[in-house]
């Protein structure tokens, strides 16, 4: 919503340049910079723009607008004062002779407001959200079906769209709400992770969704066979097959270490969550799944809980996961967590990915990347979810966190 407003200021501002100096081809052509603020200074405000830093000089004529964050429209009178680091703006500058900007207007959207917006959202899709994998989708109903997977389970939702509901897809190598892009039931495809807000049928059993954002990820585990730092890439050898893959790490990917106890532990609560034998500490075979009434697996989140698992886990989490931790306590845990570098793995460490599907898995980019995940790969051999062909596992491993697509 931020990117569609600061997006719709600029197309405002640059059509106001147009009108004020297209008759005046003598006049200098004003510049529209957004970006975030990095820094204010006596008459300066320094503006971190996708292109780079800008320096922009204000003076006594500068008109100042504050905008709420969620209306384009709402816009009140601002000083030069109300302007702090991580504000977003969208100025209006005129180069002078020297070539240096001197803002016209200021339109900003403070920080603390954009916060406390993007908390409230994250909140109601905590409560009234769920997430999954599509296992099908029927256009002639208007529904698709996701299995909506938890530490100690997994159960089968149908969503069926509101009328008026938002669709939405995201973007190619990002998991962020604010980047996705406008979609439909017919470009949502099996295999495709699915989050969507909106009420949940009391057994469980079905979902009425206002809102619903899909993408096509794909999730890989493999042996560290180089790495370099210079190109911030990583060859590994893919377990499932045994080929190699280049794994290269972007400004936005997320880079972690597992703590180990914290692995152990999440990979012991999926072995008996699955009723599998425990991969490790005492105890033999794990218990079977039990249930609820209604069918849905114990600790199934019901209606009014956010059924969020380890496919739903974007920050900051979701509540209750059933005789486990939370996944908000997963996705904090691993927050709280050390960030590492590829300066930081060597050969020989094994590491998860996730990425967007391509046609070429030989070349990906890394959304998330997880060091210490050994505990979930012998969990899912343990389970049989990941089964060895060629001394590889394929891709039945679950490892919380790492499916986790974005939050508003």
Do not use: C, H
Request: no cysteine; aromatic share 4%; proline share 6%.
């Amino acid at each position: 919503m931020i990117q569609v407003i600061i997006s719709i200021i600029v197309f405002i501002l640059s059509g106001m340049s147009l009108l004020v100096f297209g008759q005046a081809t003598a006049a200098p052509k004003p510049v529209v910079i957004a970006g975030d603020v990095s820094s204010v200074s006596e008459g300066k405000i320094v503006v971190a723009t996708k292109a780079g830093p800008s320096d922009v000089a204000t003076n006594e004529k500068t008109a100042y607008r504050k905008v709420a964050p969620d209306s384009v429209s709402t816009t009140t009178p601002g000083a030069f004062g109300d302007i702090v680091p991580g504000d977003k703006v969208t100025v209006s500058a005129l180069p002078g002779a020297d070539g240096k900007l001197t803002a016209r207007t200021v339109l900003f959207i403070k920080k603390s407001e954009i916060d406390a917006k993007n908390a409230k959202e994250t909140a109601e899709w905590q409560r009234r959200g769920i997430t999954g994998k599509v296992t099908a989708v029927n256009a002639q109903t208007n529904q698709m079906t996701i299995e909506n997977r938890t530490l100690t389970g997994a159960t089968n939702v149908v969503i069926t769209p509101k009328d008026g509901v938002k669709f939405l897809r995201y973007a190619p190598d990002s998991i962020r709400f604010d980047e996705a892009l406008p979609s439909s039931l017919a470009q949502t495809k099996v295999g495709d992770m699915v989050r969507a807000l909106g009420d949940r049928s009391s057994d469980g059993a079905s979902f009425a969704a206002e809102q619903v954002v899909a993408g096509a990820f794909e999730t890989v585990a493999g042996t560290v066979v180089s790495i370099d730092p210079t190109r911030n890439e990583v060859v590994i050898k893919n377990l499932a097959n045994n080929k190699n893959v280049t794994v290269s790490i972007g400004e936005t990917s997320v880079l972690k270490r597992f703590p180990a106890e914290q692995a152990e532990m999440l990979a012991r609560i999926q072995m008996s969550g699955a009723g599998g034998a425990r991969p490790m500490g005492p105890g033999g075979a794990g218990r079977s799944q039990g249930s609820n009434p209604g069918g849905a697996p114990q600790g199934q989140p019901g209606q009014g809980q956010p059924g969020q698992g380890q496919f739903g886990q974007g920050r900051p989490g979701g509540a209750g996961m059933g005789g486990g931790p939370r996944a908000g306590s997963v996705e904090e845990m691993l927050e709280r967590s050390p960030s590492i570098t590829v300066a930081d793995l060597k050969a020989g460490d094994v590491i998860a990915l996730s990425s967007s599907k391509s046609a070429d898995m030989s070349r990906i980019k890394a959304i998330k990347l997880f060091a210490g995940v050994e505990p979930f790969l012998r969990a899912a051999q343990a389970n049989g979810g990941g089964r060895r062909g060629q001394g590889g596992v394929d891709a039945g491993f679950s490892i919380p966190g790492l499916d986790g697509i974005g939050f508003p």
